[in-house]
């Protein structure tokens, strides 16, 4: 019964924990995040593949229970082999099955739900708010043409690792012209792009560029610094405004999201359902093997 107990709890952990993955994964929260903190902090980069946060999410609740059903042998002193002998235990084959299926079904309607969710979103007119920082007033949309000055020279970048692939993620303030390091920072651009092409022609964002003023179009995200670019801003004594606001470049950042969970949980759903497949086979196989 225990150990029954003990699988139940680990396929629930695993259905649980893997949508939080990709949540972390997709929106830089979570436990993905703190991982990701912590390898900047070390080797100067992160890994966007996210493996290590798979192991401290999954895997190390299983070694747990792993190693709480060894000592608890150890101290029961377990089967001893002439009775696993003659009453050797049944192989459970189709539970895992049955639970792989479950979840792989669960995962299927989630990413079907995200796609369409997505489709309607870009199918929806874009209009942009013009909003001017130096007006102090809050945003009343997500899409804006911003109105700032980049400051470059508090620009922030940090390393960051997709499939072997290193690229630099860049933070910059905009701030409004009279802006002083004693006032909090309430915006910040996320570019995707070197520079920024004005009536002066182009202008890179560098810190050896002098401040500049722009017109920036973008989705806004609230409250979306990574803690790495966070805590560089702190230890320079600069303080975050509530709520502060990064603006992202890429006017389809806020629908990209629901094509990444539907691709996600898509694959995740795939997979599964062939590995459920695959299980009664692979039973059936080692019992001819046996005979």
């Known amino acids: 019964m225990v150990k029954s107990l003990e699988k139940v ?19 830089f929260t979570g436990p993905y995040r703190w991982v990701a903190e912590w390898e900047v902090q070390r080797f100067g980069s992160y890994d966007a593949d996210g493996f290590p946060m798979v192991f401290g999410v999954v895997a190390l609740p299983v070694l747990l229970l792993g190693g709480l059903a060894m000592a608890k042998q150890r101290l029961t002193g377990g089967r001893t082999r002439a009775a696993a002998a003659a009453s ?30 997505g489709y ?3 199918q929806q007119p874009l209009t942009f708010e013009a909003v001017n920082v130096a007006d102090r007033g809050a945003p009343q949309t997500t899409h804006v043409d911003l109105a700032a000055v980049a400051q470059t020279d508090m620009i922030i970048d940090f390393e960051e690792t997709t499939n072997a692939d290193k690229h630099t ?12 390091p004693s006032q909090p920072l309430a915006y910040f651009l996320r570019p995707h792009m070197d520079g920024y092409a004005g009536p002066n022609g182009y202008l890179t964002f560098d810190p050896n560029t002098p401040p500049f003023a722009l017109t920036q179009r973008g989705v806004l995200f609230k409250n979306d610094l990574p803690g790495i670019v966070e805590a560089e801003y702190q230890k320079h004594g600069i303080t975050l405004a509530s709520p502060y606001y990064v603006l992202d470049t890429d006017v389809s950042a806020d629908v990209d999201i629901y094509w990444e969970v539907a691709a996600g949980a898509g694959l995740t759903g ?12 692979a039973a059936r196989r080692a019992k001819a093997r046996g005979r």
């Open 88 to 117: 050797p235990r049944p192989t459970p084959k189709q539970v895992p099955a049955r639970a792989l299926a479950l979840i792989g079904l669960a995962a299927i309607p989630v990413a079907a739900g995200s796609a369409w969710l």
């Open 169 to 180: 993620q860049r933070y910059l303030p905009l701030t409004p012209p009279d802006w002083r």
């Open 120 to 122: 309607q979103k870009s």
């Open 270 to 281: 795939l997979v599964l359902l062939l590995s459920a497949a695959l299980v009664p086979i």
């Open 9 to 27: 709890f680990v396929v629930l952990w695993v259905a649980l924990s893997l949508p939080v993955m990709l949540y972390g994964w997709i929106t």
